[in-house]
C-alpha cells in the first residue's frame, strides 16, 4: 500500500488491539477523496492518556517526520511515494510517536564521562551516539534547542546500579556537549567516514 505524505495525519490514542492498553496509532484518509475509510498504523508506543483521542500532527511531528524521510529515504528511486508497510517507514513512525508522546529522562542519570570529540552541529533527524554506563547507544535527534537535544535512543540501555531500563524508542535529554558522531554507536560507517 503506497501513500503520499500530502495527506493529514491524526494520532489516535486507542486500544485498537484490543490488549487493554491504550497505544499510538497513526491515522490517515485514503488517498481517494471519494473514500470514507481510513488507514490506521499501530505502534508500540504507549498512550500518556487513559482515554480515547484524537490529536492533529503538529508541524514539529510533521518536520521530524520529513527530516527522517528525507535521511532514511534519500537513496530511493521515488522518495516522493512512501510505502507504509515499509520497515523503515514503520520505524520512522514509531520514532516521531516516541519524541511526541514518551516523556524524556534526563541523560544525566545514565551518562559515562564525556569524550574529548569533534562534533558538527547536529541536525534534526541526525543519527547520533551517546556514552552511556551501558556503553555507546545510537539514537535520533528528535528535538533541539541551544543546549539540548531530546533524542530517541535505538538500542536497549541498562544500568543496573540506579535501576534504569529503557527500551527502543524511550527518549533522553542530552546537553548538546554529549553527543557523539554516529560512528561511536552501532552503525555502519559511511565511505567518508574515518574511524580510529
Not at 560512528?183 to 555502519?188: A, D, H, I
Amino acid at each position: 500500500m503506497t501513500q503520499a505524505v500530502k495527506h493529514p495525519l491524526k494520532w489516535r490514542l486507542a486500544d485498537m488491539a484490543g490488549t487493554g492498553t491504550e497505544q499510538v496509532n497513526i491515522v490517515m484518509p485514503e488517498l481517494d477523496s471519494q473514500s470514507t475509510h481510513e488507514i490506521l498504523l499501530a505502534t508500540d508506543i504507549p498512550s500518556p492518556h487513559s482515554s480515547k483521542m484524537d490529536i492533529s500532527w503538529t508541524e514539529e511531528d510533521l518536520e521530524l517526520f520529513q527530516a527522517l524521510v528525507d535521511k532514511v529515504l534519500a537513496e530511493h528511486e521515488n522518495p516522493q511515494q512512501l510505502d507504509l508497510a515499509d520497515p523503515e517507514i514503520i520505524d520512522i513512525l514509531h520514532m516521531v510517536a516516541a519524541a511526541r508522546f514518551i516523556e524524556p529522562l534526563d541523560a544525566d542519570e545514565v551518562l559515562a564521562d564525556d569524550l574529548p570529540t569533534v562534533m558538527c552541529e547536529p541536525d534534526l533527524g541526525e543519527l547520533a551516539a551517546i556514552h552511556t554506563q551501558d556503553g555507546f547507544k545510537t539514537c535520533i535527534i528528535a528535538e533541539l534547542d541551544s543546549i539540548e537535544a531530546v533524542c530517541v535512543i535505538l538500542e536497549p540501555l541498562v544500568v543496573e546500579a540506579k535501576n534504569i531500563e529503557l527500551d527502543v524508542y524511550d527518549t533522553l535529554v542530552v546537553n548538546k556537549h554529549s553527543l557523539l558522531p554516529a560512528e561511536f554507536g552501532n552503525v555502519e560507517p559511511d565511505q567518508g567516514t574515518v574511524v580510529h
